[in-house]
């Protein structure tokens, strides 16, 4: 069927409405007779008077819940069995019997059934595809033709009509199915957008929350260090100068210094401590991707140096030391950037390549001479070198005086048999 998981939301509700709304107009032609002939005449001999039934009881089946719930699914697939199939098989009986009288088919009876199918036409284009709703209602009128082709023995001028009409019903409900299910997958593509969409502005705003709570955390760890743990670090440092000229013939201010160095010490180590536990982790926080992101934000903040960051949406293919060298390096990069490139602008690119992971930075500064900087090592290329190899990968530096310089760091995935780290 590729029926969609559950029945659309209210779309029982419209059907019901359809239903009982198809009872009343039924219902509405004996009291029409009331009304004019003062009786209500014999609209219970009619066949359409199994119809009226057959909606009365539909709504009826429609307005339980318990069975809704038990049936699930197929809770509406039967109501649409049921307001196809009793609709269909009565005109049919109707029509049987007016030709083995030898008279002619009704032709308003046949085209009766064109409002009377359009009923559950709606709900069954709106829930399941236009290949379903097709096959059921095309099916339909061709399994009608071949019955009044059965039970006439054969085509003749006073079936051509009736046939006809059957053809017209099955194209302008095709039409109105294919209409109807365009529209609910345009729907349903636009809700899954919006859910896409209000589930990346709730991960950018928890994101954002995250980032504000880490520099909030890093602005008291800071005012902490610029205050608290510089009047201690002072206070230590003066009493240990006490300590040293202070003649040691006097026992007691001996002792009570001791105490109060011991205590200045412990002071600049819990100041510290606390520091360190206030300072956020940007991988531990947000994870690699949105690390990498903060710091490329705080790089173009500090230096104003335009980057252009190219990142996948997901990098959860290393283990967390992989993440920390990778963002390390990274790190220590931009620095370098900052510090010596004089570069304008810094292009930043994390993709995989032929079962490889890439991280390429490139800026466009001044270069420099890479036999120069093995001799003296101010870049921190060698530490740099060394996290690469821990985790198995490798980092290669290419640069020249005056064409920039382009960091490439290659390393394998997590789940390549080969992968080392």
Not at 72 to 78: G, Q, S, V
Not at 278 to 284: I, T, V
């Amino acid at each position: 069927m590729n029926a969609q998981s559950a029945i659309e939301p209210g779309l029982i509700r419209i059907f019901r409405f359809f239903v009982i709304a198809e009872t009343a107009a039924f219902l509405m032609v004996p009291f029409g007779q009331w009304l004019m002939v003062g009786d209500f005449g014999e609209f219970y001999k009619d066949s359409y008077y199994y119809i009226f039934l057959q909606g009365l009881l539909l709504s009826i089946y429609l307005s339980i819940p318990w069975l809704q719930r038990k049936l699930k699914k197929a809770y509406l697939f039967i109501a649409i069995l049921i307001a196809i199939i009793i609709p269909t098989l009565i005109v049919s009986i109707d029509l049987t019997i007016q030709l083995k009288q030898g008279g002619e088919p009704d032709i308003l009876r046949i085209w009766s059934l064109l409002p009377l199918l359009m009923i559950p036409l709606v709900p069954a284009a709106w829930q399941y595809n236009f290949r379903t709703v097709f096959v059921l209602f095309a099916g339909l009128g061709i399994l009608d033709g071949f019955y009044l082709i059965f039970i006439n023995g054969g085509i003749s001028q006073e079936l051509l009509m009736p046939l006809f009409s059957t053809f017209i019903r099955v194209v302008t409900l095709s039409l109105v199915a294919l209409m109807i299910t365009e529209l609910m997958h345009t729907q349903r593509e636009q809700r899954r957008e919006l859910m896409r969409a209000n589930l990346q502005l709730s991960r950018q705003a928890m994101v954002q929350e995250q980032l504000a709570v880490s520099r909030e955390r890093n602005r008291l760890a800071r005012e902490l260090h610029d205050t608290l743990a510089h009047t201690l670090s002072g206070l230590t440092v003066q009493l240990e100068a006490i300590h040293t000229v202070l003649p040691t013939e006097n026992e007691q201010v001996e002792s009570l210094l001791s105490v109060a160095l011991d205590t200045s010490r412990t002071g600049l180590e819990e100041t510290r401590r606390a520091m360190k536990a206030l300072r956020a982790e940007p991988l531990e926080d947000l994870g690699l991707i949105y690390a990498v992101r903060n710091l490329v934000h705080n790089f173009v903040s500090r230096s104003e140096i335009k980057a252009d960051l190219n990142l996948p949406e997901q990098l959860d293919q290393f283990s967390l030391d992989e993440e920390q060298a990778i963002y390390r390096i990274l790190q220590e990069t931009l620095e370098n950037i900052i510090r010596h490139a004089e570069a304008s602008q810094v292009k930043i690119c994390f993709e995989q390549q032929d079962g490889y992971w890439q991280l390429s930075v490139i800026d466009n500064g001044v270069g420099f001479d890479p036999k120069q900087q093995k001799k003296r090592d101010s870049l921190g290329l060698q530490g740099m070198t060394e996290r690469a190899a821990m985790m198995g990968a490798s980092l290669s530096v290419k640069s020249e005086v005056g064409s920039g310089t382009e960091v490439v760091l290659v390393l394998r995935r997590k789940n390549d048999p080969d992968h080392r780290g």
